[in-house]
């Protein structure tokens, strides 16, 4: 399905609030709100909450049960159920989402702080959502590969689910106005791709013409330390083979 989209196009905010600087979570809510219409925002407990009173649309905080939430929102057939949650709470709220039928958009607003304490990238849940009929990543720093993707989430029935990667400088330890040079590395050095699962079919949506090595993330943040000993040159390699071929894992 061809999606057209013009960045420069997107509709303007009004009362949106003033978040941390650089921070990846308030561009992605900026980026759902500009494109999408006449949703209800179910929020999970995160770095976004105490922000959503200034949305000029409806905002339920729903603490750790925001997908059951959403999933009652959904039944009432009004507007257009939209699940914002950080990494964290979606850890919590996976299980509600496994036998999700109702229509729904879960953007989880992924900025590793749930993974932060041990100090690794990771993305482990498209693995597990196999009913959801649209499953995604997605990163602020390619703002039309997230924009095209909700797009397509919207004019589809049933679960939705896009992992939208959100660096954070706080967390990571970069200048805030390196955000989204910091994401731009994170996708071009395959330690997180960028991917959409539709009717099972698995295709990458950025192809960079050569991996980065991985070791170059190091040089834009400093929380997550990769070594050529560690092994995680090898495994985005693998990964990234699995992708190109059409497979997950």
């Not at 061809?2 to 009004?14: C, F, G, S, T, Y």
């Not at 999408?36 to 929020?43: A, C, F, P, R, T």
């Not at 105490?50 to 009432?76: K, T």
């Not at 979606?90 to 749930?114: F, R, S, V």
Request: charged share 20%.
């Amino acid at each position: 399905m061809p999606i057209d989209v013009n960045v420069a196009e997107l509709k303007p905010l009004k009362n949106f609030g003033d978040g941390c600087p650089g921070c990846g979570t308030f561009l992605a809510m900026k980026l759902l709100l500009q494109t999408l219409d006449n949703v209800i925002i179910v929020n999970g407990t995160g770095s976004f909450t105490s922000y959503g009173r200034n949305l000029d649309v409806p905002f339920i905080h729903a603490g750790l049960n925001a997908a059951a939430v959403a999933r009652g929102v959904a039944r009432g057939g009004v507007g257009r159920t939209v699940v914002f949650a950080g990494d964290g709470a979606t850890a919590i709220n996976i299980g509600a989402l496994l036998h999700a039928k109702e229509d729904i958009i879960y953007i989880c607003a992924n900025d590793q702080g749930y993974n932060s304490i041990n100090h690794r990238l990771d993305r482990t849940f498209a693995k597990h959502l196999f009913n959801a009929a649209y499953v995604a990543t997605a990163s602020v720093s390619f703002p039309q590969d997230f924009i095209t993707k909700l797009k397509k989430a919207s004019a589809l029935p049933g679960l939705k689910f896009i992992d939208v990667l959100t660096p954070c400088p706080a967390l990571w330890k970069y200048e805030p106005s390196n955000t989204i040079e910091v994401g731009r590395v994170a996708v071009e050095t395959g330690i997180w791709p960028l991917y959409e699962i539709e009717d099972g079919a698995v295709a990458l949506t950025k192809r960079p013409n050569r991996l980065e090595p991985v070791e170059n993330f190091n040089h834009v943040q400093k929380s997550f330390h990769i070594t050529k000993e560690d092994g995680t040159q090898e495994k985005v390699a693998k990964s990234w083979k699995k992708l190109m071929e059409g497979h997950l894992f």
